[in-house]
């Protein structure tokens, strides 16, 4: 009887364990996020952005085609000779047309202010909003950062509707979000997912920490507000990652304290303000940081000290390791800029480093981040040969003045790499045209120089070896044969 009335109790909890909801096994809630009321709330200030550019085109069909031969009065002869016809009078040049593009964005003061993405309305010489009520008004640029791929818009009209403006430092990674935008044009799509990673990095860009999300964005959506469950602005959709021109899982929003700043900059200053060492930096890997005596790879280290900057006049060196600024931890090389760039201009921030494997600390008062023109670097000619020697499967030459003038090297460093044999060299993956700078954080003055320095290096460990490819410089290490 006691075993009849156990196999009862057995299948009827196994009944209710499948008789329980989905959402209740997963933490109890009574019900899973309703959007509903925030989408009601919060689609009134989000805009649909048109922009019209001119575009400069050229009509010529590709060497070899020629343009095929239609039925007198056919439309498709008509199609072709105008989109691939003769060139025209000489002179004349390429064809002006305009083209649109679209985009979205938010209203965040009830006398017009609007966010969007620079990239929206770049090169635009007209820009319309379109309201949820349907009304279309024309929108100025009040100003635009690039680097934080921000502009600021303003439409001439009073009591807009506008929206909550949240705080993305207290995101969590795994919290619902939601989008509101124009993809492909459709005003007022939703789009809903969860926070995938925040602090995210991307390679072009070097001042935004990114909020990674699932939350679908397309083209369209770009410029528009991602929201969270309180009905607050908590970024700006800005990228996808896709192979195929579509949402793929992966977007990426600006934090809305990063866009809020700039925002702030452009009203007041009319342009945004930035942090700046004056030193260019690489990332740690496993042997770089066996290479410094360091425990485990992190930070970032100083490939090059620009003159006259705050790096300089602070003390900063080559092959000085960067693991903190102002009391933020610098993981990856990537965390440096975002710290630097967040911090104000003309103010002194500690730092410290790990130099030749000594803990020290630096003070550094912060200039301003020149434009992109100035920090912009061009890729020189390759060197040409002189007298050679062979070392560590290298073959070496001194400098002349010419090819340092060319490098932008000074007159105190430097040997260049001729050729490339079997040995450490290659092994390091050094190339031809390289310049050798440092080794073991000793500069190179001249090829017989470096000769006489290897024999004083140590045997079979890594040693670290600056390098400059091109005008770039460059940490590697090198294994010395025992």
Same mark, same amino acid.
């Given at each position: 009887m006691k075993a009849r009335i156990v196999n009862l109790l057995s299948i009827f909890l196994i009944l209710g364990f499948f008789a329980t909801p989905s959402y209740a096994l997963l933490g109890g809630n009574d019900k899973l996020p309703d959007f509903t009321e925030l989408v009601e709330k919060n689609s009134p200030a989000v805009v649909n952005i048109s922009t019209t550019q001119k575009v400069s085109r050229e009509h010529a069909l590709p060497p070899g085609f020629e343009i095929p031969e239609f039925p007198e009065g056919s439309p498709f002869g008509d199609l072709f000779r105008r989109f691939f016809g003769e060139e025209g009078p000489p002179g004349s040049g390429p064809e002006e047309f305009d083209s649109q593009s679209l985009g979205s964005g938010f209203i965040i003061s009830r006398d017009g202010y609007i966010i969007t993405n620079y990239h929206v309305v770049k090169d635009a010489e007209e820009i319309t909003v379109r309201l949820s009520d349907r009304r279309?008004?024309?929108a100025q640029v009040i100003g635009s950062d690039k680097r934080s791929d921000i502009a600021l818009l303003k439409v001439d009209a009073g009591d807009l509707p506008v929206v909550a403006i949240g705080n993305s430092e207290k995101l969590k990674v795994g919290e619902w979000a939601m989008a509101i935008g124009s993809p492909f044009g459709f005003d007022h799509s939703v789009s809903v997912g969860v926070?995938?990673?925040?602090?995210?990095n991307l390679p072009s860009e070097n001042y935004v920490p990114f909020i990674q999300t699932d939350v679908a964005i397309n083209p369209g959506n770009s410029g528009g507000p991602l929201f969270n469950l309180d009905g607050e602005v908590v970024g700006i959709n800005s990228q996808i990652f896709t192979r195929s021109g579509g949402?793929?899982?992966l977007s990426f929003a600006i934090p809305i304290d990063v866009a809020m700043d700039v925002v702030e900059q452009l009203k007041t200053k009319g342009k945004v303000s930035r942090g700046w060492l004056g030193i260019l930096i690489q990332d740690v890997n496993r042997e770089l940081a066996e290479s410094f005596g360091m425990k485990k790879p992190m930070g970032a280290? $100083?490939?090059r000290v620009l003159p006259d900057s705050p790096a300089e006049k602070a003390g900063f060196k080559e092959g000085?390791?960067?693991?903190?600024f102002a009391g933020r931890t610098i993981h990856r090389q990537s965390d440096l800029p975002l710290a630097v760039a967040a911090y104000p201009v003309d103010k002194e921030a500690k730092v410290k480093i790990i130099r030749e494997g000594k803990t020290r600390y630096l003070t550094v008062k912060t200039g301003e981040l020149p434009p992109e023109e100035e920090l912009a670097q061009a890729s020189p000619d390759q060197p040409s040969s002189q007298g050679e020697?062979?070392?560590l499967g290298m073959v070496l030459q001194d400098l002349t003045r010419e090819q340092r003038k060319q490098l932008g090297i000074d007159d105190k460093r430097g040997v260049l790499v001729k050729e490339i044999?079997?040995?450490?060299?290659a092994e390091a993956e050094v190339r031809p045209?390289? $310049?050798i700078l440092m080794i073991n954080h000793q500069n190179i003055t001249s090829r017989k120089q470096f000769e006489k320095l290897l024999s004083d290096l140590p045997r079979g460990k890594l040693l670290p070896m600056l390098v400059q490819r091109g005008k770039a410089p460059l940490f590697m290490t090198i294994r010395l044969e025992e």
């Open positions: 279309e008004l024309k926070i995938s990673a925040i602090n995210r949402f793929m899982g280290v $100083v490939l000085d390791v960067v693991v903190e020697s062979a070392t044999r079997e040995g450490p060299a045209g390289d $310049v």
